[in-house]
């Protein structure tokens, strides 16, 4: 038995050493690792870089290049108005301190000629032709009985008797005569555009009651500035552009010959006024209309243009192109090879947008701009 572990003890040593060897190998190594390590701590750690953005140089903005180029020019000018009729009339009343007793009418109602209006309540004008009635009666037995007494009675005092009694008899035409004016009847056909009073109210002489209009025979009505008005004349096209129904050619028929006033009321009321002022169509541009559109109504407001000048196939730049520095106008001509030459330049008529070029330039040149 003391053989036999002699021998396994034996055998284990021999077995034990090359595992020990391996071992002591692997501790050495692990060492240097340790020692190379510690080593690369040991070193001052490098800052990194700061990484810059790129700096882009900035770009310089390259103005605008415009080409040569024809075009029809045309110069404008414009102005306001609005579908009037030819025949418009306020109505009054030229008695005065009376009260509407009747108003037969509104806005919009058709209307014939001596069509009865509005009716002023004149019963103290009635009742005090009754009672000059009566005094007339009186007076005319008291006339027969001067007639007859003629010869005998002095001269002045019977023209005195005589005046008198005529005094009286005019007296009672003038009241009949206000009965008469109690009563206001259409002028003409036409339309009630407008009514100014109520029932029951009280008038003064000449305060419009109504405005009739011949809404069958309307025209276009248009103011333009005083300096325009001297740009055009009759017999040249127009385009009028109304309200709702559009754009129709038309040509300046009439001229204004009246200066432009407001469209006023009347030079003040009651005894002693005038009739109101009639806007009459004297102070406007009249046109004509190719075809008059449909449901255009009186009042409808428009613009009238009227092409004062045009030029054909002109040569133009843009009004930006154009530079000029003292009495000197020139442009900026691009070059073939890009390079920039000033070249002197003659204009003719501008637009907002363009502007003619009578001399200096030829289509197709590229111009630059500001």
């Known amino acids: 038995m003391f053989m036999k572990w002699r021998t396994a003890d034996l055998s284990s040593s021999k077995g034990a050493a090359p595992k020990r060897g391996k071992r002591a190998a692997l501790i050495v190594l692990g060492a240097i690792m340790v020692a190379t390590m510690s080593g690369c701590s040991l070193l001052p750690s490098e800052t990194e870089e700061e990484v810059l953005p790129p700096i882009t140089p900035p770009t310089i903005s390259k103005k605008p290049e415009y080409e040569v180029r024809t075009e029809t020019l045309e110069k404008k000018v414009s102005g306001s108005g609005k579908m009037m009729s030819q025949r418009e009339e306020k109505v009054y009343f030229t008695l005065d301190g009376m009260h509407v007793k009747e108003l037969n009418v509104k806005?919009?109602?058709?209307?014939?000629k001596g069509q009865l209006l509005a009716v002023l309540d004149v019963e103290s004008v009635e009742k005090e032709i009754r009672g000059k009635k009566l005094a007339i009666r009186k007076s005319e037995v008291q006339m027969k009985e001067t007639l007859r007494k003629k010869d005998e009675m002095d001269p002045v005092e019977f023209e005195e008797a005589t005046i008198a009694f005529e005094e009286l008899r005019q007296e009672l035409a003038d009241l009949e005569e206000q009965l008469g004016k109690a009563t206001l009847t259409?002028?003409?056909?036409?339309?009630?555009?407008?009514?100014?009073?109520?029932?029951?109210?009280?008038?003064?002489?000449?305060?419009?009651?109504?405005?009739?209009?011949?809404?069958?025979?309307?025209?276009?009505?248009?103011?333009?500035?005083?300096e325009d008005l001297e740009k055009f004349s009759a017999g040249m096209k127009a385009e009028v552009d109304i309200n709702g129904a559009g754009k129709v050619a038309g040509k300046i028929k009439v001229m204004p010959t009246a200066e432009a006033s407001g469209s006023g009321s009347g030079e003040?009321?009651?005894?002693?006024?005038?009739?109101?002022?009639?806007?009459t169509l004297d102070k406007?541009?009249?046109?004509?209309?190719?075809k008059m559109p449909k449901g255009v109504e009186r009042g409808t407001p428009l613009s009238v243009s009227i092409v004062t000048q045009r030029t054909e196939n002109a040569i133009v730049i843009p009004v930006s192109a154009l530079r000029s520095i003292g009495s000197r106008t020139y442009v900026q001509?691009?070059?073939?090879?890009?390079?920039?030459?000033?070249?002197?330049?003659?204009?003719g008529q501008q637009t907002s947008t363009d502007v003619e070029?009578?001399?200096?330039?030829?289509?197709?040149?590229?111009?630059?701009?500001?």
């Open 333 to 347: 001509v691009v070059e073939s090879d890009g390079s920039k030459r000033e070249v002197d330049v003659e204009v």
């Open 284 to 290: 406007y541009v009249i046109v004509t209309l190719a």
């Open 357 to 370: 070029i009578l001399k200096g330039l030829t289509v197709g040149q590229k111009v630059v701009g500001r």
């Open 186 to 226: 259409a002028p003409f056909g036409g339309t009630v555009i407008a009514v100014q009073v109520e029932k029951g109210a009280a008038v003064k002489a000449y305060d419009p009651i109504a405005t009739i209009a011949d809404t069958s025979n309307l025209v276009v009505a248009a103011t333009f500035a005083k």
């Open 107 to 112: 806005p919009g109602d058709k209307v014939k």
């Open 268 to 279: 003040g009321t009651g005894e002693g006024a005038t009739p109101p002022t009639k806007e």
